[in-house]
């Protein structure tokens, strides 16, 4: 059974940083690409930044310079590390990952729970 984790998030003042992790169990034969997903209240989750199974990395416009995605070696963590928090970036964060468990079955979506996070002056 595949699970997703996330953990890192709280309570950071405006221009802080932090750093977000995504715990990934389970048997895995591979994976797609993996990413960051948020959505504030009243809003549709967005992605904010993706990674790709070859490390290529994406991210929305609005974290361009101030993120960072990783994938450890071992693929079974990922995080993303924010920077220069702005109050706008409120949001519960989730990570998601498109996921082959066994080398026929068909890639799917797994997401997290999610971990919120406020950024406040």
């Known amino acids: 059974q595949v699970q997703l984790v996330e953990s890192g998030g709280g309570l950071v003042h405006t221009g802080g940083s932090l750093r977000l992790s995504c715990a990934v169990s389970?048997?895995?034969?591979?994976?797609?690409?993996m990413g960051w997903y948020r959505q504030a209240p009243g809003n549709k989750r967005d992605l904010v930044a993706g990674?790709?199974?070859?490390?290529?990395?994406t991210y929305t416009d609005s974290v361009k310079g101030r993120a960072t995605i990783s994938l450890d070696n071992a693929m079974n963590t990922m995080s993303l590390q924010l920077n220069s928090l702005k109050d706008e970036a409120s949001a519960v964060y989730y990570c998601?990952?498109?996921?082959?468990?066994?080398?026929?079955?068909?890639?799917?979506?797994?997401w997290g729970r999610g971990t919120q996070v406020t950024v406040s002056s």
């Open positions: 998601a990952a498109d996921i082959i468990v066994t080398e026929t079955a068909p890639t799917r979506r797994y």
């Open positions: 389970g048997t895995i034969f591979g994976f797609n690409v």
């Open positions: 990674i790709t199974s070859g490390g290529v990395t």
